[in-house]
């Protein structure tokens, strides 16, 4: 069977905490706020903010959009751009969470897994009474949109991730990196690295309402001859940091972690989306 349980034991997080910030998609006020839940919970969403509560299980089965960020609905209710989020968590090796939402999305902080890994520190981490299970695939699986490519391969080892971007927009953006993701390679490697658009892309996100919340407070813009960004860059090469610090998150909706190695040419939310769909059908139904 792909799916093996291990002697790591489940976890949740020690104490409730809260983060509050601006929205990168709407623009508006928004606040979380993460609560310890059970063995076996997974990753909950609820909207406080709206009338019944409705809950959001954070599996790639209610992902129903993938422009920009990743979405989930359930219940008649939304979260958007959960995968920085969902990076942080999947890095510092929690499994259980309910996250309570004052609004439609996370605060985008400074478009990194920073503020993420900083709460759910400060919220701390306490071991469960029940083991954690992992996605080990035990055959070759592919996708291809477009001019994306991604290969997973069997690893029951690591989580590797393999990732090349090129936009061909900007001498800088043809960039390649490997990391077997760990919560030390995590911090030390992808914690930093920001939300990224191109120049020719801001026209259409802001005709579609999607970048109410941008600015160079939390993205870099890069053009064909210059990148903008309020500090300079990172590191040299922020842009393939942060596409693989979005599929860590991208590929925790399987609602378990996976043990492969995923090699990655130019991916993205909807190629990360469908490579997970593709697992839950053929691995884990
Ligand atoms: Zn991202």
Excluded: W
């Amino acid at each position: 069977m792909p799916i093996i349980t291990t002697s790591e034991r489940q976890r949740t997080v020690r104490h409730s905490a809260s983060l509050s910030g601006i929205a990168l998609h709407t623009g508006n006020r928004v606040k979380l706020t993460l609560h310890p839940a059970e063995a076996g919970t997974g990753v909950r969403f609820r909207r406080v903010d709206l009338p019944g509560t409705p809950e959001i299980r954070g599996l790639v089965t209610h992902v129903n959009d993938t422009r920009r960020g990743t979405t989930i609905t359930e219940n008649g209710a939304s979260v958007h751009t959960v995968e920085h989020l969902l990076a942080a968590v999947n890095a510092l090796g929690l499994d259980n969470l309910v996250i309570d939402m004052v609004g439609p999305e996370p605060p985008i902080g400074d478009g990194s897994a920073e503020p993420y890994v900083e709460l759910l520190r400060s919220a701390g981490a306490v071991e469960q009474d029940a083991f954690r299970n992992y996605l080990a695939v035990e055959r070759m699986h592919h996708i291809q949109m477009g001019d994306t490519h991604l290969v997973l391969l069997p690893d029951p080892a690591a989580f590797r991730i393999s990732c090349t971007v090129k936009y061909h927009t900007n001498p800088m953006d043809c960039q390649y990196m490997t990391l077997a993701v760990t919560e030390e390679s995590f911090v030390k490697e992808l914690l930093r690295a920001r939300t990224f658009c191109l120049f020719s892309e801001i026209e259409y996100l802001m005709k579609n309402n999607l970048i109410r919340g941008g600015s160079l407070d939390n993205a870099v813009v890069i053009r064909q001859d210059a990148i903008f960004s309020k500090e300079g860059l990172r590191y040299p090469d922020e842009v393939v940091r942060h596409k693989v610090m979005d599929m860590v998150g991208d590929l925790f909706l399987l609602g378990m972690r996976l043990r492969a190695h995923v090699i990655a040419i130019k991916p993205g939310h909807p190629s990360n989306v469908e490579l997970a769909k593709k697992l839950v059908a053929e691995e884990m139904g």
